[in-house]
């Protein structure tokens, strides 16, 4: 027989705070990841708010990462630094993200 055990934590803050803040922070470490001068950083292409149809109100993003400089150095030798970027396209619809 298994016994289901329910645990609640209450918070200090609502959803809608927690989600702002999430948003916030989110943001504020791609603009530090940015600013950062060796090559390496993001490029953020669109933040925008957006409506998605199965998850509801959110906000869509698309960002290049720049990673050359932050590969190992055999890796390097081998790729080109063009061929170095990762590309995300995410929704933060909360709790939901895609």
């Not at 200090?12 to 950062?36: C, M, V």
Request: glycine share 6%.
């Amino acid at each position: 027989m298994v016994v289901m055990v329910e645990f609640r934590i209450p918070m200090p803050l609502t959803t809608e705070e927690y989600r702002i803040g999430n948003l916030f922070t989110t943001a504020k470490t791609t603009k530090l990841e940015a600013q950062r001068s060796e090559g390496a950083g993001i490029e953020v292409i669109k933040n925008e708010p957006c409506n998605h149809p199965k998850y509801g109100p959110g906000q869509y993003t698309l960002k290049k990462y720049y990673i050359h400089d932050k590969l190992p150095g055999w890796l390097r030798t081998i790729l080109p630094k063009a061929n170095a970027v990762l590309v995300e396209e995410s929704y933060n619809c909360f709790p939901y993200v895609r």
